[in-house]
């Protein structure tokens, strides 16, 4: 059955939640304040690179079952179930998440439901956020306790994200227990196609809800982190992290994914989140429940560290005047995403240090450039190494996997390469005459 359906927030995830809508039968109207992106969208245009939503996009504009607007009143009178997908950034003054961003969707929305509706958040928020805006709805709403808050967390990965909209490996849902009205009736009408394939549900109470979604991104950021402290260690022992990391994924119990030992995680989702748990933590008072993060950040922060200080040494000591070529800028391939960037923090940091670096990204130059203005950018990864003294593999692109040794080994000065994401053949790199590092490896 097909549901009319508003989005708040036409961002990375509200702008693909719009449009998995749509292609699940739904029609849809996406709001934002910002006037420029809303006409874009409504061209058809995906401000952001990400593979198979500007064709999701525009098949959906065109069919008119998608449409964007900047006018909140008009989601209002169309839509009986609303999501929320604004933004939750770091604050700039400490660690916690920026609430004004949802405060102000749901203080905009809210007197405006003179008819049943229901709200589903989205967004990554501070647990106990739910509550508080479910009460808030009751209060501004003109249908009182017919407007009817859930939390419905999304786990979708950048450069999946229509895969993980169109089918979810789990929904989960959470109500308020005392109240439960029909959110739950509505979930299940707008979320039947993933149910009909048997797609686990967890319906459960907000807190709960808002706490899956954190510590869902803080066990995988702990478990990075924890597989570049053990390549730490095998570095000083001259023992090899991929194969310890295959060895150990063979245990069901810990599986393989997420060991991938390197330049550590970024972007705009698992650095925020675990320091905003940590911040909310602490104001539960609870904050000895998860100093660990800390130490997570700390090790996830020192591998960028470790790459400059590594490259200073394969270089010759002085990283004045050397030549670095930076394959990658984005935090990690198929995507344009530059926001906490392993790979353009490295870069900008042997910028400062004094080196000729010269970067290249698929599609994350545009935005590399924006925070990096002084950094020297090539159109392909030829013209990035081009005369290098060292090449540093910093974002496991497929057009850098697939590179030949011997070609690029003809444009560098210097066959010395650091695979900060342990992704390239090494036999291969070495026997093509190449010094070959990578981070916690057997190094040639
Ligand atoms: C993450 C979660 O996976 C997703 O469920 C949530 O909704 C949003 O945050 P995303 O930020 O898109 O998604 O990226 P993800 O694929 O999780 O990778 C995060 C970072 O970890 C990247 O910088 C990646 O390079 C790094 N990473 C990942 C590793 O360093 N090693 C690994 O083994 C896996």
Redesign the pocket.
């Given at each position: 059955m097909s549901e009319r359906i508003s989005v708040i927030g036409t961002g990375y995830l509200g702008a693909t939640h719009a449009a998995g809508m749509a292609e699940l039968g739904h029609e849809v109207i996406g709001v934002d304040v910002d006037a420029e992106k809303i006409e874009r969208l409504s061209r058809g245009e995906v401000p952001f690179y990400e593979p198979g939503l500007p064709e999701l996009l525009r098949k959906h504009v065109e069919s008119g079952r998608l449409r964007f607007t900047t006018d909140i009143r008009e989601a209002a009178e169309f839509a009986d179930v609303h999501f929320i997908g604004v933004g939750t950034p770091q604050l700039k003054s400490g660690y916690g998440a920026d609430m004004v961003y949802v405060d102000a969707a749901i203080d905009a929305l809210a007197p405006l439901l003179t008819r049943p509706s229901v709200i589903l958040g989205k967004s990554t928020v501070p647990v106990g956020t739910a509550a508080r805006l479910a009460a808030r709805v009751r209060e501004l709403a003109p249908v009182g306790d017919d407007a009817q808050l859930g939390w419905n967390p999304?786990?979708?990965?950048?450069?999946f994200a229509v895969e993980d909209t169109l089918r979810p490996d789990r929904l989960v849902l959470g109500v308020d227990p005392v109240q439960p009205g029909r959110i739950e009736e509505v979930a299940r009408r707008v979320y039947a196609d993933a149910l009909a394939r048997e797609t686990p549900i967890v319906v459960t109470d907000l807190a709960t809800a808002e706490l899956v979604k954190v510590s869902?991104?803080a066990f995988?950021a702990t478990k990075?982190s924890f597989?570049n402290a053990v390549a730490e260690v095998c570095d000083a022992t001259g023992a090899d992290v991929k194969d310890l990391a295959d060895a150990i994924g063979y245990d069901d119990r810990i599986g393989r994914?997420?060991?991938?030992a390197?330049?550590?995680?970024?972007?705009?989702?698992?650095p925020k989140d675990i320091r905003a748990f940590m911040a909310r933590a602490g104001e539960l008072g609870v904050d000895q429940a998860l100093t660990f993060l800390r130490e997570v950040d700390a090790v996830n922060l020192r591998r960028r560290q470790h790459v400059v200080e590594l490259a200073e040494r394969e270089v010759g000591g002085s990283l004045v005047g050397a030549r670095i070529a930076v394959l990658g800028a984005a935090?990690?391939p198929d995507?344009d995403d530059v926001r906490d960037s392993?790979a353009l923090d490295v870069a900008g940091q042997l910028h400062l240090a004094g080196a000729h670096v010269r970067v290249h990204d698929p599609e994350g130059m545009v935005n590399a450039a924006r925070v990096w203005p002084t950094l020297d950018f090539a159109e392909s990864p030829q013209g990035a190494v081009q005369d290098a003294d060292l090449v540093i593999l910093a974002t496991e692109w497929r057009q850098f996997r697939d590179l030949d040794p011997e070609e690029v080994g003809r444009l560098v000065a210097h066959r010395r390469i650091i695979d900060g994401r342990n992704c390239l053949p090494a036999e291969r790199w070495i026997a093509a005459g190449w010094t070959y590092r990578g981070l916690g490896r057997h190094s040639g």
């Open positions: 999304e786990f979708l990965r950048e450069g869902a991104n995988l990075i597989i994914k997420f060991l991938g390197g330049l550590g995680f970024g972007g705009g989702c698992l935090f990690k995507s392993p």
